[in-house]
């Protein structure tokens, strides 16, 4: 089934339009002028929740990265182009980055000079990420599950670009959730000891890390 549904996104369900949109969903070079300026704004303009937000998400990668190695690296799946000729889709680089969208995309099939490279396949580090900020999101804001329907496309994004296997993705969407609420539930029971501890002013406004007064 994995490898049926596999066949059908990486090669039956494909156009040119497709190809540069996933292979622009999936760039995260792409989005990195994005992120810096949203995290940027968040943190000198935003509130407690945005500040709030962004110091779990930031803290909820750093912890989360060295776990989705070490399970890479143990479990050692291989990826689509490791054991077989898929196809493969990637934005031309362009100068500066965003040029590349205005490029036609690198398309070609995966060879024997594919088979050593790339790290394994599970779990998928854009889709770690990602699951992390949609939930984060969602939590502190009301309308943050929209990030889920990004989320979903870098998911389908990973598959059609020949880069993971579909349960790649949904296991590490599992494996993802579980990280990140025992991180947010980790940090909040932190937040009720230390900052009551050592800074009541602070928690008596704000008693909750995760949940804020004025949530929205």
Same mark, same amino acid.
């Given at each position: 089934?994995?490898?049926?549904?596999?066949?059908?996104?990486?090669?039956?369900?494909?156009?040119? &339009?497709?190809?540069?949109?996933?292979?622009?969903?999936?760039? &995260?070079?792409?989005?990195?002028?994005?992120?810096?300026?949203? %995290?940027?704004? &968040?943190?000198?303009?935003?509130?407690?929740? &945005?500040?709030?937000? %962004?110091?779990?998400?930031?803290?909820?990668?750093?912890?989360?990265?060295?776990?989705?190695?070490?399970?890479?690296?143990?479990?050692?799946?291989?990826?689509?182009? $490791?054991?077989?000729?898929?196809?493969?889709?990637?934005?031309?680089?362009?100068?500066?980055?965003?040029?590349? %969208?205005?490029?036609?995309?690198?398309?070609?099939?995966?060879?024997?000079?594919?088979?050593?490279?790339?790290?394994?396949?599970?779990?998928?580090?854009?889709?770690?990420?990602?699951?992390i900020a949609a939930i984060i999101l969602t939590?502190?804001?009301?309308?943050?599950?929209?990030?889920?329907?990004?989320?979903?496309?870098?998911?389908?994004?990973?598959?059609?670009?020949?880069?993971?296997?579909?349960?790649?993705? +949904?296991?590490?969407?599992?494996?993802?959730?579980?990280?990140?609420?025992?991180?947010?539930?980790?940090?909040?029971?932190?937040?009720?000891?230390?900052?009551?501890?050592?800074?009541?002013? +602070?928690?008596?406004? $704000?008693?909750?890390?995760? +949940?804020?007064?004025?949530?929205?």
């Open positions: 089934m994995d490898h049926q549904l596999f066949h059908l996104i990486n090669e039956r369900w494909t156009n040119p &339009a497709l190809d540069l949109f996933m292979a622009a969903v999936s760039d &995260a070079d792409l989005w990195k002028p994005l992120l810096i300026i949203v %995290i940027f704004g &968040a943190l000198v303009f935003g509130g407690f929740r &945005a500040r709030m937000s %962004i110091f779990c998400l930031l803290i909820a990668i750093v912890i989360a990265e060295p776990v989705t190695n070490t399970l890479k690296s143990t479990i050692n799946r291989k990826r689509p182009k $490791h054991v077989a000729s898929v196809r493969m889709v990637r934005l031309e680089k362009g100068q500066p980055e965003f040029m590349s %969208i205005f490029k036609k995309p690198v398309v070609r099939r995966s060879d024997e000079s594919d088979w050593g490279r790339g790290d394994p396949s599970f779990p998928s580090g854009h889709m770690t990420n990602n699951t939590i502190f804001y009301r309308r943050g599950w929209l990030y889920w329907i990004f989320a979903a496309l870098v998911g389908y994004s990973r598959v059609y670009l020949g880069a993971h296997w579909p349960s790649d993705v +949904i296991a590490t969407v599992l494996l993802a959730a579980a990280e990140t609420f025992f991180i947010l539930a980790a940090g909040e029971l932190i937040w009720r000891w230390a900052v009551k501890r050592w800074m009541p002013r +602070i928690y008596e406004r $704000h008693p909750s890390l995760v +949940i804020s007064p004025g949530y929205e």
